[in-house]
């Protein structure tokens, strides 16, 4: 396998602009003439479909859900970045390239990177366009506030709801080509393979979620904007339904996996409390714009966090990070919060937490502003912990967020499958080994309002289409193939069920592959994981009909490639012998408990060729350099 | 905490569908509703029975998906919270709860308490946006808001499109929904422009969906998990007739 970057050359303000020249154009009139199916409707599928829909392309738009408007981008809290300089602080596309870069940890493209930082300004333009009811100051003016890994004012927010109504807005745009006839939706539909014709991605199969009917669909381009994978570790802050279904697939088809290690925790969350539990919350990191983050001082404090008085709180984050405090990117806090649990400074009933304290804040604000600011925020944690957080600390602790791995793309958002395209969270692109705060928005919206658009009519002008159809022997082939996964799936008939082997093999992904790696843990999960696999495939129990709406079916699928992709997880993982961003090998730490990159030997893409279940899969790698913002210790002290 | 549940099945849209009953056991009060119904679902599929159908996602209430009539609140007990917001700390010990699907022509049962709502995503695409063109849009802060109409835009916005208002109605009036939009894009300076015909087309838009007439009885606002304001159905007939007479 060969990795082209096709990252244009010239100084990197210029990249962008002389490569979209360079693009080859979609006669208007041609447009239509071509198909291109979009799965997925979250931030990045939304805008990618809505654009080319009002380009003239002809679009299919798949979800596995009833709605696109349901997509779990709805669920991101805090905001979206864009170097708007608002705020007069000295912000600049430059600075928030740096900030990205560096927050990265120096592993991703400094080309994407610029081009994201540079087209995000654009996307603010949009969504107010749209209507997206940003937080506004009294004159009017648009507001920010700062996030983690920064230190300017440069996130746009929607109170804690940016998430929605940036999909919202997207959504907007997509319902009006949908009536408008240039996008067709489908509901309901789970794509479970892509379709090749001579190597170009020609097409997908889905399965209809209500009758179970197994369907093909052609086109010329297929883009995959299908999210991230964090529901491998079970437990994490995704939605239920999120899987990595149709990248895992795409994958196996050969479209090669970019860094599948970096995987990053997010340090304010609700802490588990019970076996039960399907999944965790999330409370914004904008939460420690205003909150306080400590423990006490003295081992296995039991009292009350109210009756610790202020000298005995070890506020750690503030007193190790003078300069960024409990603004620190969210890999460092989160990896200081289970510190602090490991050496028996936790809190709660369970001593995995750590308190987030908004008491000075109400003080010096008033309680108006910090509800004002995060009401919502409060009203879901007092909903869920029965604690009022306006009078006692919230208790967080960090758990599994979002992936920043994902399928390898080019410059033009590419895969190695010719006519595959990978936008937003799927593919594995400019976050580096660790995304900073509201950026996720910000990526999702570039690849599918401003960059997707034009790179695919490149490859759409200049790739040749030998007739392709529904009806041709390689998608009967394709769609032969699903059907024999879900009746296999179903005729197991053991007694297990897929949620138990999904718990089961979330323990093993957090346990070893989780917050903090080591190699023995790794080789631990390698023998651990094809073992739990063996057995899903002989005892698994999937009640009810393949052509039904059937849930534990649908459960059972993304388990099974769960199973898979969990252990090219920790195979990247036990090979990258460094600490960077999100990937901690305990190996390789400094003396002050700080990640250790090794520049020298890992600064490169790992780019993942699959090469059969259960085989060692073929490493690649796209070496990364840096013109720009040269690696240095990442320092936040 | 012990329940007895009182759960509706229905196979599918044609079949008729009854209440059938079920027992839980050892349920934690942190559990959320959803949660319980896991416990439920993983016991009946141990026995080799279909677990209920439900639609859910994110679990965090924003997503829109779950909804299910709980003892007959949109929702279950309480004010302003999803289905998958409830904990089981708000029932007693050995309560018996009635959990059916929305009811509401517009929304047929796919299969126990899964509904298809794409009725709303219909109406939304007749003219719930702005016409802005990727690109073609002028710089953020050209477009001041006055905070006061930006705080109650955001506070429309919040709708999370779950259609209890409409299970909630008599009539079946999605007048909640439709007004949540309307109201939102109306109270911006962007949305001003198209106001006559988006609002002409959402109201068109629901009638020819069958949802019923609003008559004013605000179940709708009292069962929303986002605490919609009927003033912004005041907003909307002040936009319908304006619309109407221009
Ligand atoms: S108005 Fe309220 S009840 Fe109706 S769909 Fe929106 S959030 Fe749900
Ligand atoms: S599951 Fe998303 S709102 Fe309840």
Redesign the interface.
């Known amino acids: 396998m060969t990795l082209e970057s096709k990252t244009p050359g010239g100084p990197i303000e210029k990249k962008w602009q002389t490569h979209r020249f360079n693009l080859k154009l979609v006669n208007p009139a041609n447009k239509r003439k071509y198909t291109v199916i979009v799965v997925g409707t979250g931030l990045a599928g939304a ?1 990618a479909a ?2 080319l829909g ?1 380009l003239g392309y002809n679009v299919l738009t798949f979800s596995y ?8 981008s ?2 991101a809290q805090g905001g979206i970045n864009a170097p ?1 300089n ?1 705020a007069n602080d000295g912000d600049s596309v430059y600075r928030l390239f740096y900030d990205t870069v560096k927050g990265g940890d120096y592993r991703a493209r400094e080309a994407n990177v610029y081009r994201l930082a540079e087209v995000s ?2 996307i ?8 997206v ?10 507001d920010n506030r700062s996030f983690g890994g920064a230190q300017v004012s440069r996130t746009f927010y ?2 804690g ?1 940016t ?3 940036l999909l ?1 807005g997207a ?3 997509l ?2 080509q ?2 408008a006839g240039t996008v067709k ?1 489908f ?1 309901r539909r789970e794509m479970l393979d892509v379709v090749l014709v001579d190597g170009q991605a020609r097409g997908i199969v889905v399965r209809d979620l ?1 009758t179970g009917a197994i369907e093909t669909y052609a086109a010329n381009g297929v883009v995959l904007a299908t999210g991230g994978y964090g529901n491998l570790f079970y437990l994490s802050t995704m ?3 999120s899987n990595a279904t149709a990248i895992w697939r795409a994958h196996k088809k050969g479209a090669a996996f970019g860094n599948p290690c970096f995987t990053q925790i997010h340090p304010t969350c609700i802490p588990q ?2 076996e ?4 965790l ?2 409370m914004s990191e904008s939460l420690r714009n205003d909150g306080r983050i400590w423990v006490p001082k003295k081992k296995g404090d039991t009292r009350r966090p109210e009756s610790i008085p202020e000298e005995e709180r070890d506020y750690y984050l503030e007193r190790i990070y003078p300069s960024f405090g409990n603004l620190v990117p969210r890999d460092v806090a989160s990896r200081r919060a289970k510190e602090m649990c490991d050496n028996g400074f936790g809190v709660g009933p369970t001593g995995r937490a750590v308190y987030l304290d908004f008491a000075d804040a109400i003080n010096r604000l008033g309680k108006h502003v910090i509800e004002e600011r995060y009401g919502n925020l409060f ?2 944690y007092h ?2 912990s ?1 604690e009022d957080p306006y009078k006692v600390p919230m208790r967080i602790y960090p758990a599994v967020h979002y992936t920043m791995g994902g399928l390898w793309v080019d410059y033009n958002l590419m895969s190695t499958i010719p006519g595959l395209f990978v936008v937003g969270e799927a593919n594995f692109s400019d976050h580096g080994a660790n995304r900073l705060g509201a950026s996720a928005l910000m990526q999702g919206l570039a690849d599918g ?2 960059i997707l ?1 034009y790179t695919i009519g490149d490859y759409l002008a200049t790739a040749k289409f030998p007739p392709a159809k529904a009806e041709d022997p390689s998608f009967k082939q394709a769609q032969g193939e699903v059907e024999a996964m879900v009746k296999k799936l179903i005729s197991i008939q053991g007694k297990r ?1 897929a ?2 082997f999904h718990k089961e093999l979330g323990r093993i992904m957090w346990e070893y592959v989780g917050m903090g790696r080591n190699k023995e843990g790794l080789q631990k999960a390698l023998t651990m994981i094809p073992r739990l696999r063996e057995e899903f495939w002989q005892d698994l ?1 999937v ?2 009909s393949a052509n ?2 059937n ?2 079916l649908e459960k059972a699928g993304r388990v099974a490639d769960f199973l898979e992709l969990g252990e090219l997880v920790a195979h990247d993982a036990l090979h990258r012998e460094e600490s960077c961003g999100g990937h901690f090998r305990e190996e390789h730490q400094t003396e002050e408990g700080e990640a250790k990159r090794n520049d020298k030997e890992f600064s490169y893409v790992a780019a993942w060729e699959f090469a059969g279940v259960g085989k060692h899969p073929i490493l690649n790698k796209e070496p990364l350099t840096f013109e720009y913002v040269k690696p240095s210790e990442r320092s936040y002290k | 905490m012990d329940f007895k549940l009182k759960i509706w099945r229905q196979k599918n849209r044609e079949d008729k569908g009854r209440f059938v009953a079920y027992e839980v056991k050892n349920i934690s009060p942190d559990a959320s509703f959803l949660e319980m119904l896991d416990v439920l679902n993983t016991e009946l599929v141990k026995k080799g029975e279909e677990p209920v159908a439900f639609d859910h996602d994110c679990r965090e209430g924003i997503c829109g998906s779950c909804g299910m009539v709980i003892g007959g609140r949109m929702h279950g007990p309480g004010k302003g919270s999803a289905t998958c917001e409830l904990r089981m700390r708000v029932f007693k010990d050995g309560d018996t709860i009635v959990v059916e699907p929305w009811r509401a022509k517009p929304f047929p049962v796919i299969k126990d308490l899964v509904v298809d709502r794409t009725a709303l995503d219909r109406i939304m695409q007749a003219g719930g946006y702005i016409s802005a063109k990727t690109g073609a849009v002028p710089e953020a802060n050209a477009i001041p808001v006055p905070k006061p109409y930006a705080e109650e835009a955001m506070d429309a916005a919040a709708c999370i499109g779950c259609g209890a208002c409409v299970a909630a109605c008599p009539n079946s009036s999605a007048m909640l929904f439709v007004a949540a939009k309307v109201s939102h894009l109306a109270l911006l300076p962007q949305g001003k422009i198209e106001r006559t015909e988006r609002v002409l087309r959402m109201i068109e838009q629901m009638d020819e969906e069958g949802f019923g007439n609003c008559s004013n009885s605000y179940a709708c606002e009292a069962e929303c998990p986002k605490k919609i304001s009927v003033t912004h159905i005041a907003r909307l007939n002040r936009e319908f007739l304006r619309a109407e007479v221009t």
């Not at chain 1, 859900?65 to 779990?72: F, I």
């Open positions: 805008s809505a654009s009002e859900h009833e709605s696109p408007r349901r997509a779990h709805i669920a708007k608002y300004g654009s603010i333009d949009q969504c107010v366009a749209q209507g009811p940003f937080a506004r100051d009294y004159s009017g003016y648009l929607a109170r709801q998430g929605q109504q919202l959504y907007s745009a319902s009006r949908i009536q939706f509901q209500v939605a239920k339904a409390s019970g039960y539990q399907s999944k919350t999330l009203d879901m909903e869920i029965a309002y401003f658009p069920t949620e138990e129990k009640v009810g039904d709406l849930a534990e």
